[in-house]
């Protein structure tokens, strides 16, 4: 099943079941929908579709599929080729950070570059929804407590990372990465909500990501697939779900293949008049405009 989340007039938001080029109307949000510990009642949103009130998709506004998380746990270095295009070894654990509800915007909302930072880049990622209260999850058990998977942008300001490659001369980066990965606006999450029925992330899902300078030029920037990845799916959740217990809503960023853009030569990074977008195969897209600190809207 396939659910796409809008701004309703009240800029409250709600989903409703894809059904072609029309929604069928659920009048909720995904992150009510995933109340009391449990997944989604296929069959009865399957029913309840049926007979809802129909919209046309295009008159629509994009909402972030999960609105508001309880917890976005991130995964670094997942990619066997995004870690050797940074020439580095990957860790022998999944290497964990977070983000915050802060962070979550809509496709088509604008990105921000915080002042101070110049290397603002894109990372594409498959974002899978916790369902069912994960405590201590053998991985054996895991997809069992998976709802079903967005598509979102883990952006990064690289230079308050601290990658070497984005560092000016005398510069040096925060040595932590809550300012360079959890910043306002860093988490574009698509509208586009799969449940975990209709996807296997094992057989190799393709991720793919541009760059759209404002002249209108794109520029492709990451095309990998989710065989790449170092640690599976169920394999993170019963990593995570042994220190860290996982409820519904929660968000899990599982990791960016390579061709981000501090790792080319020379690097490029994400200006203020264009655009990002990531897409993921079987899921959909989330495409943002970038905008200056001095042009973010909410201080309009």
Not at 127 to 136: C, E, Y
Not at 161 to 182: F, H, N, S
Not at 201 to 211: K, T
Not at 238 to 263: K, Q
Request: hydrophobic fraction near 40%; proline fraction near 7%.
């Amino acid at each position: 099943m396939r659910l796409f989340s809008y701004r309703s007039t009240d800029g409250l938001a709600a989903c409703g079941v894809l059904d072609g080029d029309e929604l069928a109307d659920l009048r909720a949000g995904l992150d009510v929908l995933l109340i009391d510990g449990t997944i989604l009642d296929i069959e009865a949103l399957r029913t309840e579709s049926k007979s809802a009130r129909r919209m046309p998709l295009a008159a629509l506004r994009p909402a972030p599929a999960v609105q508001r998380p309880g917890k976005i746990v991130c995964v670094g270095l997942n990619y066997k080729e995004h870690v050797a295009e940074g020439g580095r070894t990957g860790p022998d654990r999944p290497l964990l950070f977070s983000k915050f509800a802060n962070a979550v915007i809509a496709s088509g909302e604008p990105i921000v570059r915080p002042e101070g930072t110049h290397a603002l880049d894109l990372e594409v990622e498959l974002g899978v929804v916790i369902g069912k209260k994960a405590r201590r999850i053998k991985a054996e058990n895991a997809m069992g407590h998976v709802a079903g998977y967005v598509a979102v942008n883990d952006v990064s300001a690289r230079d308050w990372q601290g990658v070497p490659a984005a560092l000016r001369e005398d510069e040096k980066g925060d040595g932590q990465w809550i300012r360079a990965k959890g910043s306002d606006t860093f988490l574009p999450i698509g509208p586009d909500f799969v449940t975990a029925d209709e996807l296997d992330p094992a057989a190799g899902i393709r991720l793919r990501s541009w760059r759209i300078t404002p002249d209108g030029t794109e520029h492709l920037m990451q095309d990998g697939t989710t065989a790449d990845m170092i640690w599976s799916i169920p394999e993170l959740i019963a990593y995570i779900s042994n220190t860290i217990t996982l409820d519904p809503g929660d968000v899990i960023a599982t990791g960016t293949p390579s061709g981000v853009g501090v790792f080319r030569d020379p690097p490029v990074y994400l200006e203020p008049g264009g655009r990002v977008r990531c897409e993921i195969e079987g899921i959909g897209s989330v495409d943002n405009p970038v905008v200056d600190w001095m042009e973010d809207p909410r201080d309009a």
